[in-house]
């Protein structure tokens, strides 16, 4: 009998920004789609967050507007959230409110941000691929920190950072050079400044042919089967923090902005994986967020240590809060729940098992391996394919701000990488970003003009 592993030929991996489990999926349990799945559930008040003698608990988001603030997600604030308990030893996942307070020095609302939590009609499509496919509720972030460690956890299979900050971040490997040495056939489709930008032993990929625009992603997929086709797929949105001008809309769903770019750019790119039956018929797309931007989760991770490896090594002694994470494939039972504990990790487990077989991807994904993080193939137990169902159709509605003014000098660590990183691209490399990125010229320009 043919295993599921021999039987995958196209693996899909888009990777969102910055929300938990319980603010997009919650709602499964709650609003009974998904009675089994660790959600949210009445009473609400279970989930309580106490700040200065107030009391606050989860509620339903109604408009999907910009939030007033990012939310606080670097270590130490995560920390804090995941509260940790002096007498049980144990996380209490209850200091929420307390880092958005302290973060940014005002007093909370009643409904604070990161208490917060999508009903399904707010999230139709993350939601839709929840209900049809698999979603995992023990998907936790690599690392209980913020974006950059995380994001390179995931790719790299570990990280020589600890925090998010100012830099051009240099790793030993990197997904790419690892399917390169295997002979792996892969692309990435990118709807902005790729996030691998940020890594200056991957720009000769980020500005190489298998790197195309996201345009090209629906005719591509939908074309006949070939034996030169992509076997692994990193589909990226444009990321809020990267540099944009004229119509680019930040839909990577990192706070403050409203989800309904993200879902938009969600159902698009689900209706190019089902576009040919025939290539759909062997592929497994994963939909995940490199952490949970700060947002409220119940469950606490598990006590999983990691030790950076960089010069300046920085300790982690568990898993991050939880995120989304969804198995779309022809491949998992419709609605099904994956119990699993998993991490970033479990992708490129997964990843060595379809191409690599009996040879790990890497001596430190092996290690997870064995510290209890299980591959993404838990979620695939489908013997019995069916036709995949289509999204829904219906109007998002966004009241959203588009970024800040190319006239403000970025905030934060992730803005500034990706502005340092466009600008030492476009020094160094200056014909291939012509070709690439042609439009940064411009930006350049407009942020010059307009910051003097």
Request: some cysteine.
């Amino acid at each position: 009998m043919i295993s599921v592993h021999e039987k995958v030929k196209t693996i899909v991996l888009v990777m969102f920004e910055n929300r938990s489990f319980d603010h997009m999926l919650g709602h499964l349990s709650l609003e009974g789609i998904k009675p089994n799945i660790d959600g949210l559930r009445e009473p609400l008040t279970q989930y309580e967050n106490l700040y200065q003698g107030d009391v606050y608990n989860p509620y339903k988001i109604d408009v999907d507007s910009a939030l007033p603030f990012d939310i606080p997600h670097e270590w130490d604030y995560v920390a804090m959230q995941m509260a940790k308990s002096n007498v049980t030893q144990k996380f209490t996942m209850s200091g929420f409110v307390e880092a958005y307070a302290k973060a940014t020095q005002m007093n909370p609302n009643p409904q604070t941000e990161p208490m917060g939590y999508f009903p399904s009609g707010m999230v139709p499509v993350t939601s839709f691929l929840a209900q049809n496919y698999c979603a995992c509720d023990r998907w936790f972030s690599a690392l209980p920190t913020s974006t950059q460690p995380n994001r390179t956890m995931a790719f790299c299979g570990e990280s020589p950072i600890f925090d998010t900050k100012t830099r051009i971040t240099h790793t030993a490997d990197s997904i790419f050079a690892w399917m390169e040495r295997n002979n792996i056939r892969w692309r990435n489709y990118h709807d902005g400044f790729s996030f691998f930008a940020l890594y200056d032993n991957m720009w000769k990929y980020v500005l190489g042919n298998n790197f195309k625009d996201y345009e090209h992603l629906y005719l591509d997929m939908k074309s006949p089967v070939s034996a030169n086709d992509p076997q692994v797929i990193i589909v990226e949105p444009t990321y809020a923090d990267a540099p944009h001008i004229g119509s680019d809309r930040p839909n990577d769903n990192h706070a403050p902005l409203a989800i309904g770019w993200g879902e938009e750019f969600l159902r698009r790119t689900y209706e190019a994986v089902i576009a040919n039956k025939e290539r759909w018929g062997n592929t497994v797309m994963v939909v995940y967020y490199d952490e949970h931007g700060g947002f409220n989760d119940h469950v606490p991770p598990p006590l999983i240590p990691y030790t950076t490896v960089g010069d300046n090594p920085h300790t982690f002694a568990s898993l991050g809060p939880r995120i989304p994470g969804i198995i779309v494939s022809p491949f998992t039972s419709g609605g099904s729940i994956c119990h699993d504990v998993l991490d970033h990790t479990s992708v490129l487990q997964f990843l060595a098992e379809v191409f690599t077989p009996g040879h790990p991807y890497s001596a430190s994904v092996n290690n997870r391996k064995n510290a209890g993080i299980n591959s993404i193939s838990a979620a695939l137990t489908n013997e019995n394919p069916a036709p995949p169902p289509l999204p829904p159709t219906q109007a998002i509605n966004v009241v959203s701000a588009l970024g800040h003014s190319i006239a403000t000098a970025p905030e934060g660590g992730m803005a500034t990488s990706f502005e340092l990183a466009a600008n030492q691209m476009l020094d160094t490399h200056t014909e291939e970003m012509k070709e690439k990125y042609p439009e940064l010229f411009q930006w350049r320009d407009a942020t010059q003009n307009a910051r003097t």
